[in-house]
Antibody, heavy 114, light 110 residues
Framework: QVQLVQSGAEEKKPGAPVKVSCKAS??????MHWVRQAPGQGLEWMGM????????SHAQNFQGRVTMTRDASTTTFYMEMTNLRFDDAAVYFC?????????WGQGTLVTVSA | QSALTQPPSAPGSPGQSVTISCIGT?????????VSWYQQHPGKAPKLIIY???KRPSGVPDRFSGSKSGNTASLTVSGLQAEDEADYYC??????????FGTGTKVTVL
């Protein structure tokens, strides 16, 4: 079993970066997905990081603007998005992978306002 | 990577069955048996209810079942209950460690 606890809500200005963390406990060998959900909208797959080697894959929409990393010593995963826009306001989720997301964090609300 | 197509809504009466389709292509749904389904209640994180097309995690009632034919995956909820009212999403593997979600379906219990 794996439990995922994410960092707290963030309020950012347009153009700023945001970094969301996801602390894994229990079995920590899973790769990690990042998913976002804008207000009233559906789930959007952003990308995934391999837990062992740190390699990443991204949805086309997030290539070049999203960086996913992990700190093996603390079993913490990070998702950093640069140059935030108003339409990046969303709840961001991490989710452990077992041939698809299976165990989810509680979500982190990112608000973008001037 | 275009989103998989789901119907926006799927109404049903208590005790009835509803089936939700998830239409993809030969590059995603049709290519791999890696399709999962999630249930999401308002303000909550998604919950896995079906993985690898038709497998149920422990604790998920057998009222939930999944299947696939060609480029279309389906989720059936049998014996609909009030607590099944939620949003449902499919996700499929596209290859090269890339995944894509469906557009989502709101199940309403009448």
């Amino acid at each position: 079993q794996v439990q995922l606890v994410q960092s707290g809500a963030e309020e950012k200005k347009p153009g700023a970066p945001v970094k969301v963390s996801c602390k894994a406990s229990g079995y920590t060998g899973h790769n990690m997905h990042w998913v976002r959900q804008a207000p009233g909208q559906g789930l959007e797959w952003m990308g995934m990081i391999n837990n062992s080697g740190g390699s990443t894959s991204h949805a086309q929409n997030f290539q070049g603007r999203v960086t996913m990393t992990r700190d093996a010593s603390t079993t913490t995963f990070y998702m950093e998005m640069t140059n935030l826009r108003f339409d990046d306001a969303a709840v961001y989720f991490c989710a452990a992978d077992a041939w698809g997301p299976f165990s989810w964090g509680q979500g982190t609300l990112v608000t973008v306002s001037a | 990577q275009s989103a998989l197509t789901q119907p926006p809504s799927a109404p049903g009466s208590p005790g009835q069955s509803v089936t939700i389709s998830c239409i993809g292509t030969s590059n995603d749904v049709g290519a791999y048996n890696y399709v999962s389904w999630y249930q999401q209640h308002p303000g909550k994180a998604p919950k896995l209810i079906i993985y690898e097309v038709n497998k149920r995690p422990s604790g998920v009632p057998d009222r939930f079942s999944g299947s696939k034919s060609g480029n279309t995956a389906s989720l059936t909820v049998s014996g609909l209950q009030a607590e099944d009212e939620a949003d449902y999403y499919c996700i499929a593997y596209v290859g090269s460690s890339i995944w894509v979600f469906g557009t989502g379906t709101k199940v309403t219990v009448l």
